[in-house]
């Protein structure tokens, strides 16, 4: 099985920002004028450096822990320079990079280490479980919702566990179509290992370029092709799982009724109960044809009717997502020709079909005609469009920063009848918290993956930045957060609980499932080294 | 909305058979010379009765504990009738109707209570707990692993919790699709209150009759149209549990990112860790057109192969079943003829379409031509005769145990690739044991439930029954649960593992994950008062 890294993984991310340094976004001139204009943004954002200037405080772990660490790793996967504690502290929420644009390093790891098996993964547990060393798994380091910002004050230190050395693939059984996939693997080297055997794994996140076949698993992803692949987490067949006091190995069967499906218990865990060193998962053949095109409704609720009857009667498309007015104005869909001059109007759907020439032609000739009686269309030019910038959107918000905005993102999800509500809701509660500080922002959403039942909302905020953003976030945030359990909406969709939701999803859960969450913690993590302040109310 | 119970309910069940006693089958002549030529059976089978001529052992319930439950739920819902005992003693597996055959009514529950709503479950959950009483959540009694035969001897007691009362369509989202449904309505029950608004569950297991919305969820389901509709589990969306120590509403939208999907905990339990009061399910429009079909290959692994592709690259027909050798030798597909002269030869599948005429139309013309490569056909007849008799296997069950034949059904699950090895063991090992205890069986199999990954597989197992079939067949049991397990399998597709499969769950789980169920129970059940004995290992 072969087992190298492909030559075109990305280079390693900015310190302090998205992605690749190199593909830094330049602000349009339409989108500096909508800034200066239209949120009345005063001052340049913050932003400390280079990276060779900056010094977290000392690292904590005494040396006999680093001594067995050493010993079990070798030294070489021992690394506590200043860069690696650097680029191992927090994800990449737009709160994570104000802290590291301000360059505060509080909390950074004190050690990361590189461990390059599952047995090294168990032992490296135990050794941190007996030393009450917190450990926070590492995989592309993406998360937007605080889940590598353990509260470790109680442990004796804390270590982020990089599993980019866990990225093989272990085995492809073609018959079943189900691949055994190292958790270290980011999306572009999964795609290529299993490309060369002509399958695909269908998950394509915006975060693609970095996360992990891990992270996918723990945070339970969805990519932006779910409405015809489904989600990360429904493919997940297997897991192989270490944990402080011994390992898991789940699943013999696609499906089962021998008991419950402990699988999904560990799938959202966000490394508060395990670390997943192997992932069986359901793959597919590559694609022979794929085709993307918009659509434009005359309104959200007309688009969302539309979207809801192919979601429930099919045939389904393999992407669709649809914008409400305001992000198809903005052009966000087209992440390259935001704001520019022309703005379009309605609300654009993106629409896109891969698969074998005559599942595509079928589905397409379907789905067409049920478009064709309630929107305008197709704009193939739009499809190719959002298919070529489909990873751009978080680069775009570093020069946001830079320019002095405020811009984040959150997203939820519920039934197709609280829709409405929940829109209204989470519009209204930022756009009042905002206002409220002084900054009126511009609130975008969009329709991003559909299921029979229900929908997720994705939001995007921008505004003026105040002098303390992270003060004026956290205010929005939280207004954000309670209009959602409010209007009866799931916390998060897609992007995990973190330690920023943990509140609410605690509110979400109710007292008698915190419980149970937190006995099965308990059990499998004593000394609650994993991922401390993570995830478990 | 209406709550009404629908006038059509099957009457009460045969209290040591299967079903309404008014469809006993008769055996045809061609299976009676099949039992005395080729399995050999000697004697008929033991049964006891009436009903009324048999009393159970004297109820042990204190009288302060009675009169507490009393006083909760009404005096005329609290029942220690022999009758009412007696019915809500075990389940309807072989080895259960053995022992009821035989008078043993050894461990009949002390009491059966009918508590009508959440808090009234709630409430006796409390007292049970406090008393040390131990309660058996009860549906439709159709439960075939010892889902009904707790460990009760360390109790103050044991309580038959029959939740018939609690038989209200609650809500109904037209929008979404998703109907609220209390766990005590049987399969036509709720089939009836969901038809008056044109809607269906989709989910048709052989027990439908009988068994119950609250069963579908607690033992993950799997119906005979899961290929085109889908398992039970993957279209609960939302769950009501009481459990002893509080309880728990979980789901507020069809998927979230947000934690562990803790529905995927109670699905599968089995009353051990809770008793679901109410179920929010995704259900569909009632489908205008469908259609049955048999197809016959040459071989078993013929029809498997092209099984697979349909299941993995579509059009997916809304029922998919393929049987052995043997199984289409003996016309098991039509249980009126089963070992009718002029047998059929080959490997019959099922083949069926529901939904509305186009997409009948186009789903049967695509799998036509998939079939028409591998297979003969269509056979009109055989699908409609499958139709027709589809919930009547059961029944055929009781007279060939008057005949003094030992039948029973086991099934299992595992991933494609696995599948022959599966097959060929598990026959092995029943074929085995039996014929080393001088009953040579027959043994027939279908695919029943197929995935892109991997299928179930159905045995059917008959042979002459010996002086003691209890110890006979817990033999060939043991060695063909064995079996599954060194092949890879898991021990249960969907039946559950009740009481029966515990061994070999605990050991498919392995330590960690046992360790992992043990911790929710005695969180959520602290007195262990739920079902013991019945799944946690």
Same mark, same amino acid.
């Given at each position: 099985m072969p087992s190298a890294r492909p030559p075109d993984l990305p280079p390693e991310p900015s310190w302090s920002g998205w992605g690749d340094p190199a593909e830094a976004s330049e602000l349009s001139d339409g989108l500096s004028q909508l800034l200066t204009q239209a949120l009345g943004i005063r001052r340049p954002g913050r932003r400390v450096g280079p990276l060779s200037a900056l010094a977290p405080p000392p690292s904590r772990i005494p040396a006999t822990v680093r001594a067995a660490l050493e010993s079990l #790793? %070798? +030294?070489? =996967?021992?690394l506590d320079d200043d860069e690696a504690r650097i680029r191992h502290l /927090?994800?990449?929420?737009t709160p994570d990079l104000l802290r590291l644009r301000a360059g505060d390093? +509080?909390?950074?790891? &004190?050690l990361v280490l590189l461990p390059a098996s599952h047995d090294e993964v168990l032992d490296t547990l135990r050794i941190c479980s007996r030393e009450l060393v917190a450990v926070v798994p590492f995989g592309g380091g993406t998360s937007v919702v605080g889940g590598l910002e353990p509260r470790s004050d109680d442990f004796t230190g804390q270590i982020a566990l990089d599993l980019r050395r866990l990225n093989r693939l272990q085995a492809l059984d073609e018959v079943s179509r189900v691949a055994v996939l190292?958790? *270290? #693997?980011r999306g572009p080297e999964a795609e290529a290992l299993l490309g060369e055997h002509g399958f695909i794994t269908g998950h394509y996140p915006q975060s693609f370029e970095y996360a992990t076949i891990g992270g996918y698993a723990a945070t339970r992803s969805s990519g932006q092709s779910s409405v015809g692949y489904g989600r990360f987490d429904e493919h997940v067949v297997g897991l192989r799982v270490a944990t402080p006091t011994g390992e898991l190995a789940l %699943? /013999?069967?696609?499906?089962?009724?021998?008991?419950? &499906? #402990?699988r999904q218990l560990i799938l959202g865990s966000e490394g508060a109960l395990g670390v997943i060193t192997a992932v069986s998962l359901e793959v597919r053949p590559a694609p022979a044809v794929s085709a993307y095109e918009g659509w434009r409704f005359e309104s959200f609720a007309a688009g969302a009717a539309v979207v809801r009857r192919l979601a429930q009667d099919g045939p389904r498309p393999t992407v669709l997502r649809l914008s409400d007015e305001a992000e198809t104005a903005l052009n966000l869909a087209r992440p390259a020709e935001i704001g520019a001059p022309g703005a379009s109007c309605g609300c654009l759907a993106i629409v896109g079909f891969e698969g074998t020439a005559e599942d595509v032609a079928g589905r397409r000739r379907e789905v067409t005609r049920v478009l064709e009686a309630a929107a305008s269309g197709p704009e193939p030019e739009a499809g190719e469009s959002w298919v070529r910038d489909r990873y751009h959107g978080p680069y775009l918000r570093d020069a946001l920063l830079d320019a002095g905005a405020l811009v984040e993102t959150l997203e939820t999800v519920t039934f197709w009848s609280s829709l409405p509500e929940l829109y209204a809701a989470v519009s209204g509660a930022l756009r009042d918290s905002l206002s409220a500080q002084g900054t009126p922002p511009v609130i975008l959403c969009h329709i991003s993956h559909v299921y029979p039942s229900g929908a997720s909302l994705y939001f995007t905020v921008g505004c003026a930045a105040l002098e303390d953003p992270l003060v004026q976030w956290r205010q929005a945030k939280a207004a954000a957060s309670d209009a959602i359990l409010a209007a009866g *909406?799931?916390?998060?969709? =897609? =992007? *995990?609980? *973190? /330690? &920023?939701?943990r509140d609410w999803y605690e509110r979400e859960l109710g007292r008698t499932a915190v419980r149970a969450l937190r006995a099965v913690k308990a059990e499998l993590d004593p000394q609650g080294i994993l991922n401390p302040g993570i995830l478990i109310p």
């Open positions: #790793l %070798g +030294a070489a =996967h021992v /927090r994800g990449k929420s390093l +509080a909390d950074a790891p &004190d190292e958790p *270290g #693997l %699943g /013999r069967a696609p499906k089962s009724a021998a008991g419950p &499906d #402990l *909406g799931s916390i998060t969709h =897609h =992007h *995990g609980v *973190g /330690r &920023d939701h």
